[in-house]
């Protein structure tokens, strides 16, 4: 019985130990990130020296409607940062496609977008540049659009879901459905990128059933990456793709609202890839 006594003794002080030494060690952690953000400064004072450090037309964003380059340009324009990314027009169709070989100098794939860093670094997908661009850049009223802590999760998901998943599928079915005629048509791939699809909408739609955008009441640089999924989605067959969801419609529209999406989207009209895809 003695021993026992003991047994449950020591155990109770260590769990007593474990327990201050989980206090003492999180209140470290706490007072260490304190310092640090006060010797780093706060994250809208760093975007704004960021922004001051910054030459005008630093970085060159390869661009071309409605590719996927689209997104760049729309989260570029949420920013208000053009002062410091010149966009340049790459022509993947049309007799200007000679364009191309050019531009295989900057992306070896030759497909859209790129991103040429001020130190000559290329970022060569769209996700990579948006994460880069939310990064370091704040809007001018110092409003990041990055997620709030409890939301990165989300952010970081969406963001590599739209471009890893959706994005492989929205492509042959642009294709297929827009650019093929129907005679023409590869209906087995046709039929199994629907399927894709709608576990893809299902997916987003449920997640957008309870939210304004994809990290809640906050619109994102994530929006701006899943929002032009939605916007394809739109433009293949006139919506017919987006019919079976309201609220992706809903999501839509409130995106077409903002201004940035009206300055990248609107009145201009999806045309046929020859050379690249969207």
Not at 70 to 99: F, M, N, S
Not at 179 to 184: G, R, S, V
């Amino acid at each position: 019985m003695a021993n026992n006594s003991r047994t449950a003794l020591t155990v109770a002080m260590g769990a007593g130990v474990g327990f201050v030494s989980a206090l003492a060690l999180e209140a470290a952690l706490a007072a260490l990130w304190k310092w640090w953000r006060g010797r780093r400064g706060s994250p809208t004072e760093a975007a704004l020296q960021l922004r001051q450090d910054r030459q005008p037309r630093q970085l060159k964003l390869y661009h071309s409607f409605p590719f996927r380059s689209g997104r760049c340009a729309w989260l570029i324009k949420e920013l208000e940062v053009d002062e410091y990314v010149e966009t340049i027009p790459v022509a993947l169709h049309g007799p200007q496609a000679k364009d191309l070989l050019q531009y295989r100098d900057v992306h070896p794939h030759g497909t859209l977008p790129a991103l040429v860093l001020e130190d000559g670094f290329v970022l060569l997908e769209s996700a990579a540049i948006c994460l880069y661009l939310a990064d370091v850049f704040q809007d001018s009223d110092g409003n990041s659009l990055l997620p709030e802590d409890h939301n990165t999760a989300e952010y970081y998901n969406f963001i590599s879901y739209a471009t890893s998943t959706f994005d492989q599928i929205l492509e042959p079915l642009y294709m297929q459905l827009t650019h093929t005629p129907e005679d023409q048509r590869n209906q087995t791939l046709v039929d199994s990128m629907m399927r894709k699809f709608h576990i893809c909408a299902s997916v987003v739609a449920t997640f957008l059933s309870n939210r304004q955008y994809i990290c809640g009441d906050k619109f994102t640089a994530a929006d701006c990456v899943i929002g032009y999924n939605i916007w394809w989605a739109s433009v293949i067959q006139g919506g017919l793709l987006l019919q079976d969801y309201p609220v992706l419609n809903e999501y839509l529209t409130r995106l077409k609202s903002r201004r940035a999406f009206e300055a990248t989207f609107k009145g201009k009209k999806p045309v046929k890839p020859s050379g690249g895809s969207l």
